[in-house]
């Protein structure tokens, strides 16, 4: 896998995680997890802010349950989480650097969508608030019928419903969970964030620091503005 896979080939469809990649929420999940730990009495585990990273909030409302050793307040944990994060999203929706830019860019002129772990009112809420929402063909959540990342099905349906198969969309992804998902799923991954050391590097083709990457521009100006 090398960045020739990505700089030198133009995507059929493009495929966006939410939280993290379009969507500057990590921060509001993380101070909604210790808001809710706090308002339950509880103290993190230490590093489980990483742990945590794009993981369903149902999953990790069980996390948070597990590793403080309270497994009977799972469900008021998870919902408690999901209130907060909600209401500090709908104060303050920020959009990661280059965002905004990238996929009005890149919407003129091939289907885009999100696939994302998060219920899907909040990800059109957000995305709406943030302007972004009307160039997005497909909005992919997980629920009862779709696994959650890092099962590949959110990819795999967004890739569907876009019109290409797997191998011809690129997945853009900040978390190790949603690259595992789309990498299972048949797409190339574009990876925003520091290049991790070790095989976790090899979950995606490229690795950006940021969407505002010059390179990044230079691609979407060469394989969609010619």
């Known amino acids: 896998m090398t960045a020739h896979r990505i700089l030198a080939w133009s995507p059929s469809a493009i495929v966006f995680d939410c939280d993290g990649t379009l969507l500057d929420t990590e921060q509001h999940w993380q101070e909604a997890r ?33 590793e403080t050793g309270k497994p009977d307040l799972t469900d008021e ?17 920020v959009t990661m650097p ?51 990342k890092p099962e590949p099905d959110v990819y795999r349906t967004a890739a569907r419903l876009c019109g290409v198969p ?8 900040d978390s190790l969970t949603g690259m595992e998902s789309a990498r299972s799923a048949g797409l190339r991954v574009l990876a925003i964030g520091p290049r991790p050391n070790g095989i976790e ?5 490229l690795w950006v620091d940021s969407l505002a990457d010059p390179a990044l521009s ?3 100006q060469s394989q969609f503005d010619a």
């Open 34 to 66: 210790n808001i809710t730990f706090r308002s339950f009495g509880l103290k993190p585990p230490a590093g489980f802010a990483e742990r945590a990273k794009g993981v369903h909030y149902v999953e990790c409302g069980a996390l948070m349950a597990r």
């Open 98 to 148: 280059g965002a905004a830019a990238l996929v009005r860019q890149v919407a003129r002129h091939r289907p885009l969508a999100v696939a994302s772990n998060c219920p899907r009112s909040m990800v059109e809420t957000c995305l709406d608030r943030a302007g972004l929402l009307s160039y997005f063909s497909h909005v992919v959540v997980a629920d009862e019928n779709t696994r959650p």
């Open 77 to 93: 944990l998870t919902d408690a989480l999901l209130e907060h994060f909600t209401a500090l999203v709908d104060e303050d929706p």
């Open 218 to 220: 230079t691609w979407a």
């Open 201 to 205: 590097a090899e979950q995606a083709d």
């Open 166 to 173: 797997p191998h011809e969309a690129l997945a853009v992804e």
